[in-house]
């Protein structure tokens, strides 16, 4: 099956210092989500992103869908961006998750 | 309403209980998808409505999972007789079109079978 994969499954930043998380995928997707899930298990959207580069304020994204995979950048970190990081790639009907990065910002 | 909605938001059941658990979708989605994330791992998908017809049920685990969604808005996930292994927490999400488009999840279900 479709397999996608995510690095570092663990992280722990200083408060300001900024990340780089990695997705990859098996097989070329329809279309790729970034989320954070909070501590109390909400997904929040943070990009869809097919393809190229999109930012938002401290955050940005970029996915190289040719070379199948997908970055997520976080600049200047703050505590409130403690939580679960995922990625998911849209195949057919269905998001398909990776297993996340757990991002740990200690003040 | 402004997201989708979900409840409960917890339910604890014992084993062999029937469990309904119900999703409203942000309104005028098309889409609706139901996942289900067991601790520590990522979500993963059960089944799939466009309107009120249910094109993609290849996830759910087992005969003992139903969903439904009868006006192509609400949904209900029923599961019959509840077994350990189905303690997870269950997840909505709707997308305004087709499949392709973002997804918008619910805050879930949690669910502990006993």
């Known amino acids: 099956g479709i397999q996608v994969e995510q690095s570092p499954p663990d992280l722990i930043l200083q408060e300001g210092a900024n990340s780089t998380l990695r997705c990859n995928f098996s097989?070329?997707?329809?279309?790729l989500q970034w989320f954070h899930q909070n501590p109390w298990g909400q997904l929040i959207n943070l990009f869809y992103i097919p393809s190229g580069t999109k930012q938002n304020g401290r955050l940005s994204a970029t996915t190289v869908a040719t070379e199948r995979y997908s970055l997520l950048y976080i600049s200047s970190s703050q505590t409130t961006d403690s939580g679960v990081y995922f990625c998911a790639g849209i195949y057919g009907n269905k998001l398909v998750f990776g297993a996340g990065t757990i991002l740990r910002v200690k003040s | 309403g402004a997201g989708v909605s979900q409840s409960p938001r917890y339910k604890v059941a014992k084993r062999g209980q029937d469990v309904a658990l119900r999703c409203d979708p942000i309104s005028g989605h098309v889409s609706l998808f139901w996942y289900q994330q067991a601790l520590g791992q990522g979500p993963e998908f059960l089944t799939y409505f466009q309107n009120e017809a249910q094109l993609d049920k290849s996830g759910l685990p087992s005969d003992r999972f139903f969903a439904e969604r009868p006006e192509g808005s609400v949904s209900t996930l029923k599961i019959q007789r509840t077994q350990q292994e189905d303690s997870a927490v269950y997840l909505c999400?709707?997308?305004?079109?087709?499949?392709?488009?973002?997804?918008?999840f619910g805050p879930g279900t949690r669910l502990t079978v006993l």
């Open positions: 999400a709707s997308s305004s079109g087709l499949t392709t488009d973002t997804q918008y």
């Open positions: 097989d070329s997707v329809n279309n």
